[in-house]
């Protein structure tokens, strides 16, 4: 209760949180070396009485970490709430690609992506605050993945500079909290290879039209970061502007007594989406639209740098799922995200942990 008083006081908001986020700050790189240090140096609990008397365990924390047989964290989501990004993940086959996960908080997913058997794995957030439990579980679990302090979620292409692109990049929990989810999609896609996978999930509102939901006085949500839920056929449309098909999508309904993500009456709920790079978007013939303004407008050309993304190469990583025929587009390429949600069984209650936000010791996905 300290800690949280401490991030909501005016001199945190004032001066520590702005430098927190600020990652080419002297302020920052130090928090970051003494964070490492204290990692390097913190003695792991190593019994179920340990843990549950370390300070690692009694901290906040945004997924559930076992540290012990037996003695997990408490997560900030319930036990059974699905991570659906996590169930479509281990349809990847990773054996030797290069992994990028946006928001990483605790570092799940890396670890997930790690123990998947990728050959690189950059965890990011934009901020300090959890870096040193993330140094912990990277070392509780054996994993070795590295990290990028990333600051603000705009221009990654030119924040994390990697040459050679990704094979897989995690976006998840990610487009709703900021101000422009396409300045985000612009700046990420020049990260990934060709033929390379994107997994995108973010909130939504179920219905049929091409509109964003601006969540106005915390109407759909009342996290105070949460800004907006496009419609699934907007979101369908923005992933193929950026040249990511969609293959495979779960969807979970945010029901009425989810007293956290149901405050308002529209129908919403969490779509994840698995994407496949493209060097054609699918879109009807009559589409000329979209073509001419992913080639020519000056946010295209200014914001997405489709140079880099032609030269990168071709990714060899497989997808273990095949799309319904009956569920895809006009043409066959892309799956119909509103048929797909409309016809699919959504994703409910999790009904064991490698479904959910805890990460137990002996997990490999």
Same mark, same amino acid.
């Given at each position: 209760?300290?800690?949280?008083?401490?991030?909501?006081?005016?001199?945190?908001?004032? !001066?520590?949180?702005?430098?927190? &986020?600020?990652?080419?700050?002297?302020?920052?790189?130090?928090?970051?070396?003494?964070?490492?240090?204290?990692?390097?140096?913190?003695?792991?609990?190593?019994?179920?009485?340990?843990?549950?008397?370390?300070?690692?365990?009694?901290?906040?924390?945004?997924?559930? &970490?076992?540290?012990?047989?037996?003695?997990?964290?408490?997560?900030?989501?319930?036990?059974? !709430?699905?991570?659906?990004?996590?169930?479509?993940?281990?349809?990847?086959?990773?054996?030797?690609?290069?992994?990028?996960?946006?928001?990483?908080?605790?570092?799940?997913?890396?670890?997930?992506?790690?123990?998947?058997?990728?050959?690189?794995?950059?965890?990011?957030?934009?901020?300090?605050?959890?870096?040193?439990?993330?140094?912990?579980?990277?070392?509780? *679990?054996?994993?070795?993945?590295?990290?990028?302090?990333?600051?603000?979620? *705009?221009?990654?292409?030119?924040?994390?500079?990697?040459?050679?692109?990704?094979?897989?990049?995690?976006?998840?929990?990610?487009?709703?909290?900021? *101000?422009?989810?396409?300045?985000?999609?612009?700046?990420?896609?020049?990260?990934?290879?060709?033929?390379?996978?994107?997994?995108?999930?973010?909130?939504?509102?179920?219905?049929?039209?091409?509109?964003?939901? &601006?969540?106005?006085?915390?109407?759909?949500?009342?996290?105070?970061?949460?800004?907006?839920?496009?419609?699934?056929?907007?979101?369908?449309?923005?992933?193929?502007?950026?040249?990511?098909?969609?293959?495979?999508?779960?969807?979970?309904? *945010?029901?009425?007594?989810?007293?956290?993500? !149901?405050?308002?009456?529209?129908?919403?709920?969490?779509?994840?989406?698995?994407?496949?790079?493209?060097?054609?978007?699918?879109?009807?013939?009559?589409?000329?639209?979209?073509?001419?303004?992913?080639?020519?407008?000056?946010?295209?050309?200014?914001?997405?740098?489709?140079?880099?993304?032609?030269?990168?190469?071709?990714?060899?990583?497989?997808?273990?799922?095949?799309?319904?025929?009956?569920?895809?587009?006009?043409?066959?390429?892309?799956?119909?995200?509103?048929?797909?949600?409309?016809?699919?069984?959504?994703?409910?209650?999790?009904?064991?942990?490698?479904?959910?936000?805890?990460?137990?010791?002996?997990?490999?996905?």
């Amino acid at each position: 209760m300290r800690y949280e008083r401490f991030l909501k006081s005016p001199l945190f908001k004032k !001066f520590v949180r702005r430098k927190l &986020f600020d990652r080419s700050s002297f302020f920052s790189r130090l928090l970051l070396l003494w964070f490492a240090a204290r990692g390097m140096g913190r003695r792991l609990p190593r019994s179920p009485e340990s843990a549950r008397e370390s300070g690692l365990y009694n901290q906040w924390w945004y997924y559930s &970490f076992e540290l012990a047989p037996g003695v997990a964290t408490q997560s900030s989501f319930p036990p059974d !709430f699905p991570l659906l990004p996590r169930m479509l993940l281990r349809n990847c086959d990773l054996a030797g690609c290069d992994c990028l996960d946006i928001g990483s908080v605790e570092g799940l997913i890396p670890i997930l992506m790690c123990r998947q058997g990728a050959r690189e794995v950059i965890a990011t957030n934009p901020h300090l605050y959890n870096y040193e439990k993330m140094q912990a579980v990277r070392k509780l *679990y054996g994993v070795n993945f590295k990290f990028r302090q990333i600051g603000s979620l *705009y221009d990654l292409n030119r924040k994390l500079g990697h040459k050679r692109g990704f094979d897989l990049i995690n976006l998840s929990g990610v487009l709703y909290h900021v *101000y422009s989810p396409m300045h985000v999609l612009a700046g990420l896609r020049p990260l990934l290879k060709k033929n390379g996978l994107m997994i995108v999930s973010t909130n939504v509102v179920k219905r049929a039209d091409f509109s964003m939901e &601006f969540n106005d006085r915390g109407k759909l949500q009342r996290e105070a970061t949460t800004y907006w839920y496009p419609s699934i056929p907007l979101f369908d449309y923005l992933l193929r502007y950026f040249k990511l098909l969609p293959i495979d999508c779960l969807y979970h309904a *945010y029901e009425r007594d989810d007293a956290v993500r !149901f405050t308002g009456d529209v129908e919403s709920g969490y779509l994840s989406v698995m994407c496949r790079a493209t060097d054609d978007p699918a879109f009807d013939r009559d589409d000329t639209w979209a073509r001419e303004s992913i080639d020519d407008s000056y946010e295209s050309i200014l914001l997405w740098d489709q140079e880099k993304s032609a030269a990168l190469a071709c990714a060899p990583i497989g997808y273990r799922r095949e799309p319904d025929p009956r569920l895809l587009h006009a043409g066959g390429r892309s799956l119909d995200l509103w048929k797909a949600v409309l016809e699919l069984p959504a994703v409910g209650a999790a009904n064991r942990s490698q479904d959910s936000h805890t990460l137990l010791l002996s997990d490999n996905v």
